[in-house]
């Protein structure tokens, strides 16, 4: 569950402050999806920097899986991250030089020394979610030798490689052309629902909104539970 109680978020902005988030309340049960949606500059990557542990609200309480993340010290909150939160940005941030086995191994890997059991353990993940995204072919390539939509999907599995309590997902479709961008939201849909996760999910592309189990409608700021109806015409 991710829930967010009256997050006020500012930022410097010459002499005064402006306010990236206004008193914003959402709630996203576990396995299910919520888009988040509104004009650019609207506060929807603000939104998501907070439930992530990312930035500090200036208010508010932010509750993810039963953690106060916004009560963390920046240590905890980057465990916190790294343990329990799946992050998915629109860029693909892939390593170059690593296949996309590598990339979803890389994590586990910095841990320090692991036994051969766990190294086989986050091998056999990595080939299971790998297949789950349809990369099961792919698993040897590496970033360059893969579609914006393939290498979407490698950020996707790298995402739920810890098994997290919730996902944050920042415009994935942006880059890519309607029918790998609708191919990524129905994949997004189907892994929020298998692994249980509360997705908090970005989008402009207004077209999938119905499928959503909510939706969410940010300007200036604010938010207001909305409906695929009220986000086209904002
Ligand atoms: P969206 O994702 O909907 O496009 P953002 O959350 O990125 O909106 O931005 C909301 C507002 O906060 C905008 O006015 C933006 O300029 C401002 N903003 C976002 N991040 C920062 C930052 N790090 N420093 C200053 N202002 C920021
Ligand atoms: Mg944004």
Redesign the pocket.
């Known amino acids: 569950m991710i829930q967010l109680t009256d997050v006020t978020l500012t930022?410097?902005?010459g002499d005064g402050r402006?306010t990236?988030?206004d008193r914003a309340r959402l709630l996203v049960p576990a396995g299910t999806v919520a888009a988040l949606t509104?004009?650019?500059?609207?506060?929807?990557?603000?939104?998501?920097?907070v439930a992530a542990g990312l930035i500090r609200p200036d208010s508010g309480s932010v509750e993810v899986a039963g953690v106060d993340v916004a009560a963390l010290s920046p240590k905890a909150a980057t465990d916190f991250r790294r343990t329990r939160l799946g992050i998915v940005f629109q860029q693909s941030n892939l390593l170059p030089s690593l296949t996309a086995t590598e990339q979803l191994c890389a994590l586990h890997a910095l841990g320090g020394r692991t036994s051969r059991a766990s190294r086989t353990a986050t091998r056999d993940r990595a080939a299971e979610l790998l297949a789950a995204v349809g990369l099961a072919d792919q698993a040897d390539k590496r970033p360059h030798q893969l579609s914006g939509g393939q290498r979407q999907r490698v950020n996707i599995a790298r995402a739920l490689m810890n098994e997290p309590d919730a996902l944050v997902v920042?415009e994935p479709t942006s880059a890519l052309d309607h029918e790998r961008g609708s191919a990524i939201i129905d994949l997004i849909l189907e892994l929020t629902a298998t692994s249980g996760a509360a997705t908090l999910l970005?989008t402009h592309d207004r077209t999938h909104l119905d499928r959503m189990d909510q939706v969410l409608v940010?300007q200036d700021?604010r938010l207001t539970a909305g409906s695929a109806e009220l986000a086209r015409q904002v």
């Open positions: 930022f410097p902005d402006i990236a988030v509104g004009p650019s500059g609207s506060g929807k990557s603000s939104v998501l920097a920042d970005v940010m700021g």
